[in-house]
């Protein structure tokens, strides 16, 4: 039987969790050995974790037994939440605490849990520089996490608070690429005026989750935020002209007029700017790209991630 330590990861199918199962998998030799927990072990990214020797264990969030099943015997734990499956602080908050009791009821040594930002400690709900969502959030899908914090304290689960950053995959995935304008140029929205914005590749948050387990004790109990960059939308138009070989032009939208933009979750993502804006020393300051280094060697620059991805950001 091997003697390495499992680490049990929440959202192994996903960006994040995948990240780090695929990290622990390229350490061969290392201490760790993967366990992936999924709502559908019969799905095909399940499966296809299972081809590669991974552990596929089920497990839901939603229900604390099965997580604390799915937990037994682990030494350590990746805690993910997946906000936009259902828009919902509240459940979020649910889930996450959910997690944090099954990991203490499992007695495993070393959470982490991805987190970010409770907005409001910066810009409490009387503010009105920007508007109140659903009576008590700012930036929800940032404040339910803030919040779930203390769940994991509450539990007295040995947590390390993983702060990401705005994944650049959402140039991909999250309808965020450039636009074509009537001009011909194309149009790269970023509601940061000249701000910077820490940036990650998503792969990065999993090496960097591993990096914090390889590392122990030390970051027990601290946050650690992570990023790979910290960029103007005009230095990531830029970058993106060159990579794409087209004009590509930072559009500098306000976070006002983006929250009226009508998607589901416009009015989330435009406070969320806003706030990055707003607070964007705080934000970058709990963002360290040499700590961030330090965990994960090898994380990606913007124009490195956009050399491996260039192809895949769809231009319309
Ligand atoms: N986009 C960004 O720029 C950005 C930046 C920072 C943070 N985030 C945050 O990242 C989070 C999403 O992480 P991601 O991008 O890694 O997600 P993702 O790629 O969308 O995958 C979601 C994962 O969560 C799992 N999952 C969902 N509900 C579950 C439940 N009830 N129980 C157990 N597992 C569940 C899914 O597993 P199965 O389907 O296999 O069960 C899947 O593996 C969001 O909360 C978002 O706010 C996003």
Avoid at 235 to 263: I, N, W
Wanted: proline share 4%; charged share 25%.
């Amino acid at each position: 039987m091997s003697d390495k330590k499992i680490i049990a990861v929440v959202g192994a199918t996903g960006a994040q969790g995948g990240g780090l199962v695929r990290a622990i998998l390229a350490d061969k030799t290392g201490p760790f050995t993967a366990r992936a927990i999924t709502r559908n072990t019969s799905s095909d990214k399940a499966k296809a974790l299972a081809a590669m020797g991974v552990e596929v264990v089920a497990g839901d969030a939603d229900d604390e037994g099965s997580i604390a099943k799915a937990f037994q015997g682990a030494y350590g734990a990746f805690c993910v939440t997946a906000f936009w499956e259902h828009f919902s602080p509240e459940r979020e908050i649910a889930q996450a605490t959910a997690m944090a009791k099954a990991a203490k009821a499992a007695g495993v040594q070393h959470a982490i849990w991805s987190t970010l930002e409770d907005s409001r400690r910066f810009i409490p709900l009387s503010d009105d520089r920007m508007p109140t969502l659903h009576g008590k959030w700012k930036v929800p899908h940032f404040d339910a996490k803030g919040v779930a914090d203390q769940a994991f304290r509450d539990a007295g689960v040995p947590t390390t608070f993983l702060l990401t950053s705005f994944y650049w995959d959402n140039l991909i995935y999250f309808g965020m690429g450039p636009r074509k304008s009537e001009d011909g140029s194309w149009g790269f929205v970023l509601p940061m005026g000249d701000r910077k914005l820490p940036g990650i590749a998503v792969e990065d948050i999993g090496r960097s989750a591993y990096g914090i387990f390889k590392a122990g004790k030390e970051f027990i109990g601290k946050t650690v935020g992570i990023a790979g960059e910290h960029l103007s939308g005009a230095e990531m138009a830029a970058q993106l002209s060159t990579a794409l070989g087209k004009d590509v032009r930072h559009q500098a939208v306000p976070p006002a007029v983006y929250r009226t933009f009508g998607f589901p979750g416009a009015d989330d993502l435009g406070n969320m700017f806003q706030f990055n804006h707003d607070f964007a020393d705080d934000f970058q300051r709990a963002r360290s790209v040499e700590v961030s280094r330090r965990l994960n060697p090898s994380m990606q620059t913007f124009s490195e991630w956009l050399a491996q991805n260039k192809q895949k950001i769809p231009l319309e």
